[in-house]
């Protein structure tokens, strides 16, 4: 197909213009085949271990610390290891985003538009399920994919939003310590790889585009603390929805600043000249050239806001009464009594076989909501009124004088967390994801089912059986 006739023609006459001696070499990386993406998973094995188990030909992306290329003919998004949780499939070029956010362990973070959850996940690893990562998406089928991203990468320390910019900084002023801008964009840096992105684009998409993504960011400012850092980005190229949105934004805050980045020989520097206007530190945002990396075309800036933060400052109480679970009914959050502590914790250490102290050493409190146990992270803030998808880690389900053990706490699980665990051949593996009992001569009660040592889910033993509680929602279909 002759690349000229299958782009607008508006968008590749401004990019000649715009590129200049650059352009054919622009062109000519529409012809060369896309490259695929997964990145390593850190909350479930190390490097080395995730070396050894995984199975397909893998190179490292250089700007992302466990990102990687895979190769056709794998299809890594097909694997049992994906299920687990193992690696998150991700297009390379986005994995730079949360490389330049520096996420660390034990802050507060926002994820604002986080669907469907690779740089939340992304994020999360970086964490170590210390510290809180909020992450928010305004469409709620999208939320809700967010929150199985979550879930089957076993992060401990999220909550997932499904609200609009304006209401979230009502909720969180003042609060974060970093925030990512993920923005919605024309999708252009997307166009090898996205025939919607091409069918959709129009001059008008691009206006509209970019007055959205100054309001976003606009929204975002106001929920990150004095001295925070806020990442913006795009998979697009035009410059009224990059330099164009940063120059808008920075002549209106005077308390941002571009900050100079560390980055990769191949990231190209942010170009000033291509907007009217332009404000001060253009030169240091980031512009990744699908004609100068393996990888699809984004846009990248690191925002400071001055100022330090003072420890006499006030955030809003960390105390919640009613929540609004979305897909469901109002339900009351209760304050968890310690009897109803002592008996969630009794679940864990004799059914599940954690140790005793397991909830002492997670980084959240116990709520309840409803008949549903969750850990909710310990610096959220009050969930009153705000639509909540996912309050923090899913432990269980109260049933009549007992408790179900939810799917997120296994998928959160090492298996050297418990002694109740079972090791399955690939052959078990791909019956128990689809829905299908298996044999056990010994065990009996709950049992942590994994492959390769990456947690699937649990499975209840009896009478020479392990019953299959994999979600039925979740279960493939036998190939």
């Known amino acids: 197909m002759n690349i000229k006739e299958s782009l607008p023609e508006a968008f590749l006459d401004r990019m000649a213009e715009l590129l200049g001696t650059e352009y054919d070499d622009f062109l000519a990386s529409y012809e060369k ?16 271990e995730f070396m ?8 490292t992306v250089s700007w992302a610390k466990e990102g990687y290329y895979y190769f056709m003919p794998d299809q890594p998004g097909r694997h049992i290891l994906h299920e687990a949780g193992a690696y998150y499939i991700q297009e390379p070029s986005a994995m730079a985003v949360v490389e330049i956010l520096d996420p660390r362990p034990g802050e507060r973070i926002l994820d604002l538009c986080a669907a469907p959850g690779g740089k939340s996940t992304q994020i999360a690893g970086r964490m170590n399920g210390e510290g809180l990562l ?9 939320a809700k994919i967010l929150s199985q991203n979550i879930e089957r990468m076993g992060v401990r320390n999220c909550v997932v939003c499904n609200e609009t910019p304006e209401r979230m900084a009502d909720f969180f002023p003042t609060f974060f310590d970093r ?71 920075l002549n209106g805050h005077e308390d941002f600043v571009v900050e100079k980045i560390p980055h990769d020989a191949a990231f190209a520097p942010g170009r000033p000249e291509w907007v009217i206007e332009p ?13 100068k990396l393996k990888g699809e075309g984004h846009y990248i800036a690191r925002l400071r806001r001055r100022g330090m933060w003072s420890a006499d400052a006030k ?25 109803k502590i002592s008996s969630v914790q009794n679940f864990l250490t004799e059914e599940i076989g954690l140790s005793e102290d397991w909830i002492d050493r997670q980084y959240g409190r116990l709520e309840t909501f409803g008949e549903q146990i969750y850990l909710v992270p310990e ?7 705000m639509k909540i998808v996912r309050p923090g880690l899913h432990l269980g389900t109260e049933k009549k004088n007992r408790i179900e053990p939810a799917h997120a706490l296994a998928l959160a699980l090492h298996t050297e967390e418990t002694d109740r665990k079972a090791e399955l051949a690939e052959e078990e593996a791909g019956r128990y994801l689809c829905g299908e009992s298996l044999a056990c001569e010994t065990k009996k009660g709950w049992i942590l089912l994994a492959y390769k040592g990456y947690p699937l889910g649990f499975g209840k033993a009896a009478n020479g059986q392990i019953k299959n509680h994999y979600p039925k929602g979740l279960r493939m279909t036998r190939r």
């Open 315 to 339: 955030d809003r109480e960390f105390k919640t009464r009613e929540n609004t679970i979305s897909g469901g009914k109002p339900k009351a959050q209760k304050d968890v009594s310690k009897s």
């Open 179 to 249: 925030i990512v801008v993920d923005a919605p964009c024309s999708g252009e840096g997307m166009f090898r790889k996205d025939e919607t992105a091409v069918a959709e684009w129009s001059e008008e998409h691009v206006v509209m585009c970019a007055d959205r993504q100054y309001s976003i960011l606009t929204e975002a400012a106001k929920m990150l603390k004095p001295g925070g850092v806020l990442v913006y980005s795009t998979c697009t190229f035009a410059a009224d929805e990059n330099e164009g949105v940063i120059s808008r934004f």
């Open 134 to 142: 909020v992450s928010n998406e305004i469409v709620q089928s999208r």
């Open 279 to 291: 404000a001060e530190g253009l030169s240091h945002t980031m512009r990744l050239m699908p004609h």
């Open 52 to 59: 050894e188990r995984i199975p397909f030909r893998l190179e």
């Open 379 to 385: 610096d959220m803030v009050s969930m009153r009124g």
């Open 33 to 48: 085949g896309r490259y695929y993406g997964l990145r390593r998973n850190p909350l479930k094995a190390s490097e080395k």
